[in-house]
């Protein structure tokens, strides 16, 4: 994997293998979404609901102090990819490289939960990471990071296909504050750049989500480029 810090032909998987998990151990609300369903038009034809679960929360600074429970919710949550904001880790400053954690499945064995971090930047209070399934991980291609504001995944698949994901932390009211509104300008045109680069790029799939302190009705909010950022772009959030 590769990773580039912007501040300065894997293979797509069948039916049959790497999205087919198997869910009989949970047991939670969402269980009965994640099982073989019978198509009622035709009860003799099964069919399985592929598909990717992608998630976003903000922590509050408690990756530290809630670890266990940031993996339960997770797991419990069946998520292939869930993005974490304001993870508070304050790490090196070289902005050289990325923190790559690797997690012990709680009930599965011989199954891990990837955390990648953007642990750079000067603000403690900011800070991203994206957690990841160990199927997952084995698709994740490259990485790009931003001052503990921006971290990108970008995970290959067969037939040249790409599943791009942004995580972005924006920061909080940042109108009367030069040096947030500088950050925010920073950050949405990165954003631009990542988001115009996959949709350059045949078979991308380009998925924004994180914590992004806007309002969509305040046009006056150094924030609110982000939202016509992604109207323009059609980019999913």
Do not use: W
């Not at 339960?72 to 974490?84: A, W």
């Not at 800070?127 to 290959?156: C, P, Q, S, W």
């Not at 380009?206 to 924030?223: L, Q, R, T």
């Amino acid at each position: 994997m590769s990773h580039n810090n912007l501040n300065s032909s894997g293979s797509f998987p069948t039916n049959s293998n790497i999205f087919s998990h198997n869910y009989d151990h949970l047991v939670n609300e969402e269980h009965t979404t994640n099982l073989h369903v019978v198509n009622q038009d035709n009860a003799n034809e099964n069919f399985f609901i592929d598909y990717i679960k992608i998630g976003s929360i903000n922590i509050q600074t408690a990756f530290n102090n809630k670890l266990n429970d940031i993996i339960n919710y997770f797991i419990t949550h069946n998520f292939d990819i869930l993005s974490l904001s304001e993870t508070g880790l304050f790490g090196d400053q070289t902005n050289t490289i990325i923190n790559k954690q690797k997690h012990k499945h709680p009930t599965l064995p011989n199954s891990f939960i990837y955390i990648i971090h953007d642990t750079s930047g000067q603000n403690k209070g900011s800070r991203v990471a994206i957690m990841i399934t160990d199927k997952m991980e084995k698709y994740l291609h490259h990485t790009e990071f931003l001052n503990g504001r921006i971290i990108n995944l970008i995970f290959g698949f067969k037939k040249l296909k790409q599943l791009n994901v942004t995580c972005c932390y924006l920061p909080s009211s940042p109108k009367n504050d030069i040096v947030k509104t500088k950050i925010s300008a920073t950050c949405i045109e990165i954003l631009n750049k990542l988001i115009t680069k996959s949709n350059n790029t045949r078979n991308s799939y380009a998925i924004v989500v994180g914590d992004f302190n806007v309002s969509i009705k305040n046009k006056s909010d150094p924030n609110y480029p982000f939202i016509r950022l992604l109207k323009i772009t059609d980019t999913k959030i």
